[in-house]
């Protein structure tokens, strides 16, 4: 409709970098305060890969509620005062090497672009800032007088949620799906990418990339 503008929505973790929430939890877990703690901690991280990986292929939302259990009891201003370092440590250099191009070229072509993604906060905005994201939606972990309870503030961003989110902004900024993109390497946002008239599999996995070439989708790869 005239006035409508679009955008481009995009997932991050798989999609635009290699990292994973795994990855994340695990950077925090080394750099607890007590090394004893900090031993456990990250011995829980591998010891659990299996497990949470067969909790990812059932579901990605159950995956995230099992897995920012694990952040309970945590101090917030430790994990924020730790963001930074776990961005230049961790998550700038797993960034693809074609992920900045293709947000830029999103930009040029007239998109708003749309970091969308079940990552924390703390963890997404720097990612975000770097890449010039112009909006962020993500996760938000519970704190009660400054402690991570292990719960997300509602709503819990993954699957069809991710698409009710994406649903909201579009009204609120007046965007037209229709002529808006997804771009997400996992079958779990297959909802994501059905809700939008351009999806694009990025970096895909198995499962999505059997659906894309069903659906005579766009196929890329940023690495």
């Known amino acids: 409709m005239d006035g409508e503008r679009k955008a481009a929505f995009f997932d991050l973790d798989g999609t635009l970098v290699h990292s994973t929430l795994v ?3 695990a950077y925090y877990a080394r750099n607890h305060r007590s090394i004893l703690k900090s031993l456990y ?5 591998v010891a659990s890969v299996p497990l949470l990986i067969l909790i990812d292929l059932y579901s990605r939302r159950a995956f995230n509620v099992y897995h920012f259990k694990r952040y309970k009891g945590m101090e917030r201003d430790r994990l924020i005062g730790l963001a930074d370092d776990l961005f230049e440590t961790v998550t700038k250099p797993s960034i693809y090497p074609r992920a900045p191009e293709l947000v830029s070229e999103s930009r040029k072509a007239g998109y708003r672009n749309v970091l969308v ?3 924390l906060d703390f963890t997404a905005q720097p990612v975000a800032e770097h ?3 112009d909006e962020l939606i993500c996760n938000r972990l519970e704190f009660v007088n400054h402690i991570a309870t292990g719960r ?3 709503p819990l961003i ?3 949620a991710k698409v009710e989110a994406i649903v909201d902004y579009c009204r609120r900024e007046n965007i037209d799906l229709s002529r ?3 771009y997400s390497d996992s079958f779990s946002d297959l909802p994501m990418l059905q809700a939008v008239g351009e999806p694009i599999a990025t970096n895909p996995d ?3 990339k059997r659906v894309a070439m069903e659906q005579r989708w766009p196929i890329i790869f940023l690495s």
């Open 131 to 133: 890449l010039g994201f």
């Open 23 to 25: 990855h994340t939890y």
């Open 117 to 119: 993604t079940g990552t």
């Open 180 to 182: 808006s993109r997804a």
């Open 158 to 160: 993954a699957e069809e």
């Open 41 to 45: 901690k990250f011995a829980k991280v």
């Open 152 to 154: 997300v503030i509602p």
């Open 206 to 208: 198995r499962r999505l």
